[in-house]
């Protein structure tokens, strides 16, 4: 199975941060990476696919980017509502993996 | 809009057969522009692939997590407009929220097929305890 790592574990972060997360994959994935948020109590909510495209409905501010190997997750300027935490998943071979997920804490 | 949302009982015995169904309301569950997976978190730990059935990429087939292959099985009913989870001979490592979703094929700037998640349910938690 395809292993990810995500980096950092937790962040702590404030309104109108940049805020960088790292997913990387233990073999390439060419471009099959998702990005999901997730809220306590709630649903998993798409981002983006294809490591870069932005899912319909998805505030700009979001941005995916890399390929192989190494991918990031961009916020732009944090908001109120972004609070949550962050998975990446494999979509490049059975059976699909998920990252460890990145928590985004209010500093 | 398409909703998922999971039903099933929250206590299931060692042993025994954990049975879960992701209704799903605002659209068919015989669209050909969607197929339906399960994906499990237990609590501390991180999210695990169950399984997904009917994408057009592997000609309408079931995939399983090897993992959990030998003790799942993942069946849709058009007439209830739900799909539906089964997971034989549980035991406590079975403990988790368990989350249906829907998921979508696309074909990349090459003209690959690949897929995602582009929705899940909230969630339901299953408990194996005697």
């Known amino acids: 199975d395809i292993q990810l790592t995500q980096s950092p574990s937790f962040l702590s972060a404030s309104v109108g941060d940049r805020v960088t997360i790292t997913c990387r994959a233990s073999q390439g994935i060419s471009s099959y990476l998702a990005w999901y948020q997730q809220k306590p109590g709630k649903a998993p909510k798409l981002l983006i696919y294809a490591a870069s495209t932005l899912q319909s409905g998805v505030p700009p501010r979001f941005s995916g980017s890399g390929s192989g190997t190494d991918f990031t997750l961009t916020i732009s300027s944090l908001q109120p509502e972004d609070f949550a935490t962050y998975y990446c998943?494999?979509?490049?071979?059975?059976?699909?993996?998920f990252g460890p997920g990145t928590k985004v804490d209010i500093k | 809009q398409l909703q998922l949302q999971e039903s099933g009982p929250g206590l299931v015995k060692p042993s025994e057969t954990l049975s879960l169904t992701c209704t799903v309301s605002?659209?068919?569950?015989?669209?050909?522009?969607?197929?339906w997976g399960w994906i499990r978190q237990a609590p501390g730990k991180g999210l695990e692939w169950i399984g997904n059935?009917?994408?057009?990429?592997?000609?309408?087939?079931?995939y399983y997590n090897p993992s959990l292959k030998s003790r799942v099985t993942i069946s849709v009913d058009t007439s209830k407009n739900h799909f539906s989870l089964e997971l034989r001979s549980v035991t406590a490592a079975d403990t988790a929220v368990y989350h249906c979703?829907?998921?979508?094929?696309?074909?990349?700037?090459?003209?690959?097929?690949?897929?995602?998640?582009?929705?899940w349910g909230r969630g339901t938690l299953v408990t194996v305890s005697s």
């Open positions: 059935s009917g994408s057009r990429y592997y000609s309408g087939s079931t």
């Open positions: 979703a829907s998921a979508v094929d696309y074909y990349d700037s090459s003209g690959y097929p690949n897929w995602y998640f582009d929705l």
């Open positions: 998943q494999q979509l490049n071979s059975y059976p699909p993996t």
């Open positions: 605002g659209g068919s569950i015989t669209s050909s522009s969607f197929y």
